[in-house]
C-alpha cells in the first residue's frame, strides 16, 4: 500500500533541492545528511575532530539527544556501535570548502560542532530550514529520517548500474552487510526495510 511505501527523494531531486540553497551551513549540513545517511542525532553530535580528510574516514560514535525543556545529552550511537563511514568525493568537497569558512573565525577549534560552531543546531532550526528549502524548491518534502532512505536508495542504484556495466553478479547478501555497517543496522533491520 502506498503509506507503507519508504519515502525518499531520486538523486535529481535532490539536486534541485541543494540548488535552492544559497547558504554554505545548509548546503553543508543537508548534502551530508544526504552523502551518508546519518540520523539527525548522530549529525548533530559531530566535530571536527570526527572528520579525517587524510583518509576520508566520517567516524559515527555518538549521537545527541534533545530532550524537553531544552536539556541535551550526547550519549553513544543508537545500537551502541561505533563505525567509521567513507566520505563521497561530493561531501569530502562541501566539507572542505565549508571548513575553511568556519577556520576564519580567530576561536575556531576541531572540538566545534561541524554545524553549529560552539553549540550544535537545535532540531527545530534544522525542521525550519528544511521546511523552508523544501518550498523553494518544489520538491515533496521528506523528514530528516527519510534522508537515511534517501541515501540508501541512492547507494542500491548506484550498485547496482555499476553491477550492470561491468557485467558483475549482484551480490545481494554482500551488498546488504556493507549497507549494514554503513548505516548503523543489524542486517535483518536492513533486509526488513529495504529487500522489495
Not at 567513507?86 to 566545534?112: G, H, I, P
Not at 560552539?118 to 527519510?146: C, D, G, Q, W
Not at 534517501?150 to 556495466?165: A, G, P, R, W
Request: glycine residues 2%.
Amino acid at each position: 500500500r502506498d503509506e507503507e511505501k519508504l519515502r525518499y527523494i531520486t538523486h535529481e531531486e535532490f539536486i534541485e533541492f541543494i540548488s535552492m540553497i544559497n547558504e554554505s551551513l545548509w548546503i553543508t549540513f543537508f548534502t551530508f545528511a544526504y552523502y551518508t545517511g546519518c540520523r539527525r542525532g548522530e549529525i548533530q553530535a559531530l566535530t571536527w575532530n570526527d572528520i579525517d580528510f587524510l583518509t576520508n574516514d566520517i567516524s559515527i560514535n555518538k549521537t545527541l539527544y534533545e530532550e524537553v525543556k531544552g536539556k541535551t545529552c550526547i550519549t553513544s550511537t543508537k545500537n551502541n556501535l561505533n563505525r567509521k563511514i567513507k566520505m563521497s568525493k561530493t561531501l569530502r568537497d562541501a566539507l572542505t570548502k565549508y571548513k575553511n569558512e568556519v577556520k576564519k573565525y580567530a576561536d575556531f577549534n576541531e572540538s566545534w560542532y561541524i554545524f553549529g560552531n560552539t553549540r550544535y543546531l537545535p532540531k527545530t532550526t534544522i525542521a525550519r530550514y528544511k521546511h523552508k528549502y523544501f518550498e523553494l524548491s518544489n520538491v515533496r518534502e521528506i523528514t530528516m529520517h527519510e534522508f537515511r532512505h534517501s541515501h540508501v536508495s541512492l547507494l542500491i542504484n548506484e550498485y547496482v548500474k555499476t553491477s550492470k556495466d561491468k557485467n558483475m553478479k549482484i551480490d545481494t547478501a554482500k551488498f546488504f552487510l556493507m549497507m549494514s555497517n554503513r548505516m548503523g543496522h543489524t542486517i535483518q533491520v536492513m533486509t526488513d526495510t529495504y529487500m522489495h
